[in-house]
């Protein structure tokens, strides 16, 4: 294929030498000459281990070159890959200027060039971006995709090779088959999506990468106040890769509860305190919880309903545990507020209940048993709002009787509201597959 690549840094240079290197005819294109001299004469532009022999050899195979001219690039290329730089404003706001201009200098040379043609935002930015700034600045007709880099620098070369995941987001398919040619021999799955998941796809990857340094450290920091080897720990830690290297926990829903994190949390923090540990990190765990119980809260209180029915009370479903449930907190408040609430769990008998659960209920919230109901069918007819406490099919049978003016809360995120709808229908959009040949749809 034939690209031209704009924005000679990093990202640039490294996807520039690779694409030559998989066979692809590359032009690179930068405002500054002093990199487009260095291209021309088979230097690097940036440090970067292996990639000054590769440019060097792909300049002299005649498959790399660059220049400062956008419509020479864009007359000899059939893809655009944008590719420069996304820096913090003062005040953190990422900085488009230089996406900006290069757009628009794209958008005016592809006008003068007949063919099909597609652009592909490389750069890291914001959900939205693409269609505010990039589509408005494009002539009708240029295809549009977004493919995120998720290469390390000092190890760009290998990676670019294998990536975690090709990720393309797109609005039609002509967008991403250039790019399945592009990287046909890239071994990592392409996975095609929408143009806004691809692009907050690559934030998410990147705070959740500095989150996990910043929790290391602090355990670290922990594990040395008391005693304990921090890397046995960690590394005895990683060994579970059910429960803690893995997809478990990593849902967006709601606030978490039960028996053992809340409790096991606070011994840590306390330990923490007595031995003079600061974890800023580990500290927000509990605060960033509460905010999502208040904002289920929040949620019920702003529909200005008094008239509440409750499914599914537990801390999750499938279990009668009611210790620290967060529902347990939310029908509380709910009730200091006047509302009038009705709870369906049928996991949470009080005649089936024993031991911890049992004295729980019957010393701690007694005032909450009271309002147990034993029929879904009542609690939805007398309700203005219904909230969703537990997923599962409780939950779907009482969406099932809901009459449109009521209200549903649906704390849990499941696929059963309006917003979980939205998504699914997203998801059955998303392809993965290993390599072009095999697409498989992914499906909740
Ligand atoms: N560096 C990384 O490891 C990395 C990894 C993944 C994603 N990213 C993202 O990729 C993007 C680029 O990062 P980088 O580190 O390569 O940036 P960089 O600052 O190293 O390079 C950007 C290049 O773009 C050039 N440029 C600016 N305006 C231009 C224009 N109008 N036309 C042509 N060239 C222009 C600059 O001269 C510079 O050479 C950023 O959005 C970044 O967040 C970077």
Redesign the pocket.
């Known amino acids: 294929m034939r690209i031209s690549i704009?924005?000679?840094?990093?990202?640039?240079?490294v996807t520039a030498a690779c694409l030559a290197r998989a066979g692809h005819e590359v032009f690179g294109?930068?405002?500054?000459p002093d990199?487009v001299a260095m291209i021309n004469t088979g230097e690097s532009?940036?440090i970067e281990p292996g990639l000054a022999d590769l440019v060097e050899a792909m300049v002299t195979s005649g498959r790399l070159k660059a220049t400062v001219c956008?419509d020479e690039a864009v007359k000899h290329s059939d893809v655009a890959m944008i590719?420069?730089?996304?820096?913090s404003s003062r005040n953190g706001q990422i900085d488009l200027?230089?996406i900006e201009?290069?757009v628009e200098?794209v958008g005016c040379a592809v006008k003068r060039r007949p063919h099909p043609f597609t652009v592909v935002l490389?750069?890291?930015?914001l959900p939205g971006t693409t269609e505010r700034v990039l589509a408005p600045m494009l002539p009708d007709g240029v295809s549009i995709a977004v493919n995120?880099?998720?290469?390390?620098?000092g190890t760009?070369l290998a990676d670019f090779e294998h990536p975690p995941m090709t990720l393309v987001g797109c609005d039609a398919d002509e967008a991403a088959s250039p790019l399945r040619t592009l990287y046909a021999k890239v071994g990592a799955p392409f996975v095609q999506t929408s143009i806004k998941v691809a692009e907050m796809t690559?934030y998410v990857s990147n705070a959740f990468h500095a989150l996990k340094i910043c929790f290391a450290n602090e355990i670290g920091d922990l594990c040395e106040s008391l005693g304990v080897d921090p890397h046995e720990v960690i590394q005895t830690f990683l060994l579970d890769r059910k429960l803690n290297i893995s997809e478990a926990y990593l849902r967006p829903g709601f606030a978490f509860g039960g028996s053992c994190l809340p409790k096991d949390l606070r011994a840590l923090m306390y330990v923490a305190r007595k031995s003079d540990v600061q974890v800023p990190l580990l500290s927000s765990i509990d605060p960033s919880n509460e905010h999502q119980l208040r904002r289920g809260i929040e949620a019920v209180l702003s529909s200005r309903k008094k008239r509440i029915g409750v499914v599914g009370l537990a801390f999750k479903s499938g279990t009668d545990d009611l210790r620290e449930s967060p529902i347990v907190t939310l029908v509380e408040t709910l009730l200091g507020k006047g509302c009038t609430v009705r709870i369906f769990d049928p996991n949470v008998r009080l005649a089936a209940l024993v031991g911890a659960n049992r004295r729980y209920i019957e010393k701690e919230i007694p005032h909450i048993s009271s309002l147990m109901c034993d029929d879904l069918h009542t609690l939805v007819e007398e309700a203005e709002v219904i909230v969703i406490g537990s997923a599962g099919d409780d939950a779907a049978r009482a969406l099932a009787h809901c009459r449109p003016e009521q209200i549903v809360v649906d704390v849990t995120r499941s696929a059963l509201s309006s917003v979980h709808r939205a998504r699914a229908a997203y998801e059955s959009k998303m392809i993965v597959s290993a390599g072009a040949a095999s697409p498989r749809e992914i499906r909740e």
């Open positions: 704009f924005g000679l840094g990093y990202v640039g240079s294109v930068d405002v500054n990199k532009p940036v956008v590719c420069v730089g996304t820096p200027a230089a201009r290069v200098d490389r750069s890291t930015v995120p880099e998720f290469m390390r620098e760009s690559k």
